[in-house]
């Protein structure tokens, strides 16, 4: 066996057993413990993963010491201010960013996609008015799948690339629609001479007949600099590795279910306050403590063992440094303060919760940071988009990422159905 290997040695029983190091373009190397049941009889024992590579991708590299983080190599910063988020899907699915007739292309053909059966609109009056957009994005998606069933057998290219562009087309269109059925008001449906952004705000906020209707900050029509904020958005939100809803969408994708229930799944999972769902809770919480004065008294609570209260937006499994994507939310908060008159007393909240615990060893020592979620939301909000949407949001930032590593994943020989064991300690 070569050097880079690991020897493993049962002291009870003295059998040793060699394992090779597989190494990747960057980050940690693996131990190929593949075979570690079948030679020992002994499972490893790793819940939450903590220590655990699920698969081999060459999608997104995220280095947590360093809080770098890159989709197909290209760093986020670059993305984030020099490519739109159409241009950052095309490179998740390709692999390349596009030219500018490639992009065009691609651009129209998502215009185009956006549309919706006419059957599925009758699907959101099952709900009631009250339902979360969450749920009622996460049954359209499955209810999607049955309107394209042939998506279940795609296996090439072409195949996977119309699949994929369908899903990332039609999930705007779905999400507006979630939230104008909770309005009771109805459905907007997609502009083709508007781009995917752009065609979002419009679909949520238009009168029937394509009026804007006036918004809180007092103007009729959408501000190319609200499109361009959430744009950004999106893009930061696109992809990330192994999260807990890529793993649900991997986990989907292999016992060969339809990819969009993978997607619906991913939506699903997504939506917990632990993950995706921890943007509307930082509102929340922001709105909860209410004034700078009685932000030290939150804080204590989130020190303490005995209170289950958790600083929402703080913390990262992998990030132990700034998560890249909260720091250009960030700069991008100051730079739209004016512009988009962002909450400055929820702002001031934010930053004062930043301010202490960024010094409080109780953080320091656990490596809690703001993650992408701390900044999301006072941006959002600016955007007029109430915190029901904020995971939505996320989720039509997140689908080309999940259904990039849903193709990944089929078209890897060897990935298996995920089936992991357990340590019993039933009767
Ligand atoms: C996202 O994985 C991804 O990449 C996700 C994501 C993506 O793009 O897909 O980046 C998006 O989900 C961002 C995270 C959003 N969630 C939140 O902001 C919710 C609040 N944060 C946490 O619940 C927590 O930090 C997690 C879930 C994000 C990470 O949990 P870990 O890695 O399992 O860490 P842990 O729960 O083991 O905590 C380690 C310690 C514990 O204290 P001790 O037991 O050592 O005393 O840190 C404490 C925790 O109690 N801790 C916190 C805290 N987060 C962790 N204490 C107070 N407030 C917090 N937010």
Redesign the pocket.
Known sequence: MSKQSFTLTNNQTKQSYEYPILEGTRGPSVLDLRSFFKDSGLFTYDP?Y?STASCTSTVTF?DGAKGELRYRGVPIETLATEHSYMETCYLLLTGELPDKDTLQDFDLEIRHRAFLHEGLRHLFAAFPDNAHPMATLSAAVTALSTFYDDHKSCQDDAGYQEMARRIISKIPTIAAFSYRHSLGIPFIQPDIDLGFTKNFLTMMRAYPGGKMHLCATGHEEIKEVEVRALDTIFTL?A????????TVVRGVASTGAHPYVAISSGISA?W????????E??IAQLELIGSVDKVEAFIER??D?DDD???????????KNF?P?AKILKGLQDELRVELNLNTELMAIARKIEEIALNDD??IS???YP????YTGIILTALQIPKSMFTPI?VIG?TV?WITQWIEFKKDETSKIARPRQLYRGK
Do not use: C, W
């Open positions: 939450g903590t995220i939100h992809d990330h590795e192994q999260n807990a809803s890529t997504l917990g306050r632990a993950h995706g769902g921890a943007n809770s930082v989130a020190k063992p209260f958790r600083l929402m937006g703080f913390g990262h499994r992998v990030y998560d994507r109780y953080f656990r490596n809690l993650n992408i979620d701390f996320f997140r990422g």
